[in-house]
């Protein structure tokens, strides 16, 4: 083979490539909200794409960002002009779609669909909010400066029903980073602590046991 022909080669592949590359999106938007307040979204959405040779679509993947999160879509194609998005969950107040496009096999978002005035919340959907804040709000004992282990432990036993050693324990166990070299006996002054989780306080045994595992945990 020639070096001409090495060249000519490599300049046929270099004009190639962009013909075979994948179709690209122009344009997106939202064409209908087809779900009812309320119920699991389905919405369609208009959308134009650079066709090349290879007659290929787009590779797309769809986000639904709401309430902080963001979840993947279903999608499905109902002709060269619309897709169908659809989400197990349902919207509550400010929400975005994600349009995400496969380039060079890393996915790139390329648009993003603010859909939140079709989706106003009313009162119920607001005082659903508030209640699944308060209880996505971190909960701390109640404590005093320098108060020790065993002190929160007695104040609280009562409350989750199991015996002081248990109760030491499970603050331990769901604190760790609140003890020195994480030892049962080197509370840190003047920290936040984490309540128990019911599981935690569910896993401790019997007092005799937890006062054993208290004591071996204290001598290392």
């Known amino acids: 083979m020639t070096t001409r022909t090495v060249i000519l080669s490599s300049l046929f592949c270099l004009i190639l490539l962009p013909l075979l590359s994948h179709a690209k999106v122009n344009y997106i938007s939202i064409h209908e909200i087809e779900s009812p307040v309320r119920q699991p979204l389905s919405a369609k959405l208009n959308i134009v794409e650079k066709k090349q040779q290879s007659h290929q679509k787009s590779q797309l993947k769809f986000t639904l960002v709401n309430q902080s999160t963001e979840t993947p879509l279903e999608y499905q194609r109902i002709n060269d002009f619309m897709l169908r998005l659809k989400s197990p969950h349902y919207i509550i107040g400010k929400a975005s779609i994600l349009v995400y496009e496969l380039n060079e096999n890393t996915w790139v978002q390329t648009h993003a669909l603010d859909i939140s005035n079709s989706l106003t919340p009313s009162i119920t959907d607001k005082k659903v909010i508030a209640k699944t804040a308060a209880e996505n709000k971190p909960c701390l004992l109640t404590r005093q400066p320098k108060e020790t282990l065993w002190s929160i432990a007695s104040r609280h036993k009562d409350q989750w029903n199991v015996d002081v050693f248990s109760a030491m324990l499970a603050i331990y166990k769901s604190n760790l980073s609140k003890f020195s070299h994480q030892h049962i006996g080197q ?15 569910a896993m401790m045994g019997e007092k005799a046991e937890m006062k054993a595992e208290f004591h071996r945990l204290n001598k290392r």
Do not use: K
């Open 187 to 201: 509370l840190m002054h003047d920290v936040a602590l984490n309540c128990p989780s019911t599981e935690t306080i």
